[in-house]
């Protein structure tokens, strides 16, 4: 087992998203020749085909085509080998609640878990970076299909992830949520983005990224490093 290989990012379009999807066509680029993995399923599956569409939009000014992109809309009866032929899976953004909930009831979890035990890459963006981490009741999300547990892939260490992030407010929410959980928060901002391999982060956007519990305890620029299971107090600035 060789753990999670992931490359989250705070953004939502072709700007924001841009360091952290050069950053997972690099890592990935030995295995160019196979198609990326969208799944789409923080969206309604009405709009699957417009997300599709919108991540090939993220995708163009890296160099990749459409053609090179598949698109899966039904998770169910899916295994590791199913996944293993892609060159990296990437979890789009949306509602947070509706994405695990998709993810849990066509029994895809394990299938994933296993996938990332392996080694393979990962990217996500906004709500496919939040079910990565290890909690995230915090989604500013309208949680219409009543999830009542809020544990995620626990694939970052201790901490949850926080995408979109600003200090104001967010800082006095994060708070709270330390505060009920004692889970400590990797905030990414919309232009963020990380790298996870096993159990160390490396900032790889150039926008810096933060470690926050009841305050701000560390600003990360490009190249730093953050040990995911230390006690994150070790990080204070």
């Given at each position: 087992?060789?753990?999670?290989?992931?490359v989250?990012?705070?953004?939502?379009?072709?700007?924001?998203?841009?360091?952290?999807?050069?950053?997972?066509?690099?890592?990935?680029?030995?295995?160019?020749?196979?198609?990326m993995?969208?799944?789409?399923?923080?969206?309604?599956a009405?709009?699957?085909?417009?997300?599709?569409?919108?991540?090939?939009e993220?995708?163009?000014?890296?160099?990749?085509?459409?053609?090179?992109?598949t698109?899966?809309?039904?998770?169910?009866?899916?295994?590791?080998?199913?996944?293993?032929?892609?060159?990296?899976?990437?979890?789009?953004?949306?509602?947070?609640?509706?994405?695990?909930?998709?993810?849990?009831?066509?029994?895809?979890?394990?299938?994933?878990?296993?996938?990332?035990?392996?080694?393979?890459?990962?990217?996500?963006?906004?709500?496919?970076?939040?079910?990565?981490?290890?909690?995230?009741?915090?989604?500013?999300?309208?949680?219409?299909v009543?999830?009542a547990?809020?544990?995620?892939?626990?694939?970052?260490?201790?901490?949850?992830?926080?995408?979109?992030?600003?200090?104001?407010?967010?800082?006095?929410?994060?708070?709270?949520?330390?505060?009920?959980?004692?889970?400590?928060?990797?905030?990414m901002?919309?232009?963020?983005?990380?790298?996870?391999?096993?159990?160390?982060?490396?900032?790889?956007s150039?926008?810096?990224?933060?470690?926050?519990?009841?305050?701000?305890?560390?600003?990360?620029?490009?190249?730093?490093?953050?040990?995911?299971?230390?006690?994150?107090?070790?990080?204070?600035?």
């Amino acid at each position: 087992m060789i753990g999670p290989r992931l490359v989250l990012t705070g953004g939502w379009d072709t700007d924001s998203l841009a360091d952290g999807i050069a950053h997972l066509l690099a890592v990935t680029a030995t295995a160019a020749d196979r198609p990326m993995l969208l799944l789409p399923h923080a969206w309604p599956a009405a709009k699957h085909e417009a997300y599709h569409d919108r991540f090939c939009e993220w995708l163009a000014p890296h160099g990749v085509a459409p053609s090179a992109v598949t698109t899966w809309t039904d998770l169910h009866d899916r295994t590791a080998s199913d996944l293993a032929q892609f060159r990296a899976v990437f979890i789009g953004g949306g509602n947070t609640f509706a994405l695990w909930h998709e993810f849990a009831c066509s029994g895809f979890v394990p299938t994933l878990r296993a996938h990332l035990a392996s080694g393979a890459w990962l990217g996500s963006n906004s709500a496919g970076s939040l079910i990565l981490g290890q909690d995230f009741r915090y989604a500013h999300d309208p949680n219409d299909v009543g999830l009542a547990t809020f544990t995620g892939m626990q694939q970052v260490g201790r901490y949850a992830a926080w995408a979109h992030y600003t200090p104001d407010p967010h800082d006095a929410e994060i708070a709270d949520f330390f505060a009920t959980s004692g889970i400590p928060v990797l905030a990414m901002a919309n232009h963020g983005a990380v790298e996870v391999i096993g159990n160390v982060a490396t900032v790889v956007s150039a926008q810096p990224v933060y470690v926050v519990t009841d305050s701000v305890i560390a600003q990360l620029h490009r190249g730093d490093i953050l040990d995911l299971v230390a006690d994150p107090r070790l990080h204070s600035q």
